[in-house]
C-alpha cells in the first residue's frame, strides 16, 4: 500500500479526534499484518469502492470507548451502550470521510459505504489480504485503524 | 457549548429544522447546535426517502442534511425535495466533502454544504446566510449547556 493512499487518513484521524476529543493526538506504531483482524471491542467497518477498493476498520477498547462518548456528549459518563456505538461509528465516519475526501479531491474516484458497527473481541475481518494497522494515542486512549486497499484503477490520466 | 445571538425567522418565530442523518450521535450533536441558536428541532430522519416524507409532512424552514445514508442517499433526497418544495432550503451536512460531491449537490438543489466535524460557529453563519432576508438575528443571545 502507498504512503500516497496512507496519508490522507493520518491526517484526518489526527484533525478529526483532536477537534471531537479537544486533545492532542500522537501517532502511534504501524504494523503490517497479513492475518485476519481481531476487534479490540467496538470497531466500525467502512468499505470502499471504485478507484481504490477494500475497507478500513475503525477500532477502540470498550473502556476508551465510553471515555470518548462521554467527552463528546459532553457529560461525566455516557450510560447509554448505543450511544457509545454510534459515537464510534460518527467518528469513523468523519475519519474515513475526511480521508476519502483528500484522495477524491487527489484525482481517485469512490465512494464510501455506511459504516457497519460491530462488538466484542471475537470479531474477525473475513479476509487475508495485507493490511496497515495504524495506533493514534488520545488521552481517552488508544484508537487503531485498520486499511486493507488495494488499486482497483489508476488515477485518471495515469496507467497501473 | 458557545453562546450564539438568536437566528429566528422574519415574524421572531424559532427557526423549524429537519435533521437527517443515519448517525443518531450526529443527529443530536446537531441538534444542540440548533438549539444554541435559538431554533427548534422539527423532526428527525435517518435516511433520504423517511426526509422527503418528513419534509412533506413538516415543512420546516430549513434541511440538515447527511450524504452517505442507507435508503437513499442525501443528495437524491435533496433534489426531490427541492423538486417537489421550490422553496425548499437545504444543507449538506456530511464528512466526504470532495470538490465533485459539493458541486453535484448544489447542482442538484442543495443551498450550501458544511464538512464534518461541524464547527458551531461555521454551521451558524451558513444558516444566516442561507436563510438571508428570511431570518433576523436578535439582540440576546441564547443560553449554552
Redesign the interface.
Known amino acids: 500500500m502507498k504512503m500516497e493512499l496512507i496519508q490522507p487518513f493520518i491526517n484526518a484521524a489526527d484533525a478529526v479526534l483532536a477537534q471531537n476529543l479537544n486533545c492532542q493526538t500522537r501517532l502511534g506504531h504501524f504494523t503490517m499484518e497479513e492475518s485476519a483482524y481481531h476487534s479490540k471491542g467496538v470497531a466500525a467497518v467502512v468499505t470502499v469502492v471504485g478507484d481504490i477498493e477494500g475497507r478500513i476498520i475503525f477500532d477502540v477498547e470498550p473502556a476508551t470507548a465510553t471515555r470518548m462518548a462521554s467527552i463528546m456528549a459532553g457529560i461525566e459518563r455516557q450510560e447509554s451502550h448505543e450511544l457509545v456505538r454510534e459515537t464510534i461509528c460518527e467518528l469513523a465516519n468523519q475519519v474515513i470521510g475526511n480521508a476519502i475526501t483528500t484522495l477524491n479531491d487527489q484525482g481517485f474516484r469512490f465512494k464510501v459505504h455506511p459504516p457497519q458497527v460491530h462488538e466484542g473481541e471475537g470479531m474477525k475481518s473475513n479476509e487475508d489480504t495485507e493490511a496497515l494497522v495504524m495506533c493514534f494515542d488520545t488521552d481517552s486512549g488508544k484508537v487503531f485503524m485498520n486499511i486493507a486497499m488495494h488499486y482497483k484503477r489508476r488515477r485518471r490520466g495515469e496507467q497501473l | ?1 458557545e453562546q450564539f445571538a438568536r437566528v429566528l425567522r422574519k415574524d421572531g418565530q424559532p427557526l423549524r429544522y429537519l435533521i437527517v442523518d ?5 443527529r ?2 446537531l441538534s444542540r447546535m440548533i438549539e444554541s441558536f435559538g431554533g427548534q428541532v422539527a423532526g428527525e430522519a435517518g435516511d433520504g426517502r423517511a426526509a422527503i416524507t418528513e419534509y412533506g409532512r413538516l415543512h420546516p424552514d430549513l434541511v440538515l442534511m447527511d450524504i ?3 435508503e437513499m442517499e442525501g443528495i437524491e433526497a435533496a433534489e426531490l425535495i427541492v423538486r417537489q418544495h421550490a422553496e425548499a432550503r437545504v444543507i449538506m451536512v ?8 459539493i458541486v453535484a449537490a448544489l447542482q442538484r438543489g442543495a443551498r450550501h454544504f458544511v ?3 461541524v ?1 458551531a460557529e461555521v454551521l451558524y453563519e451558513v444558516i444566516k446566510y442561507v436563510m438571508g432576508e428570511e431570518c433576523v438575528v436578535a439582540k440576546s443571545a441564547t443560553q449554552g ?1
Open positions: 457549548m443515519d448517525s443518531v450521535f450526529a443530536k450533536n452517505t445514508m442507507p456530511s464528512s466526504v466533502g470532495y470538490q465533485e460531491n464538512q464534518k466535524p464547527k449547556s
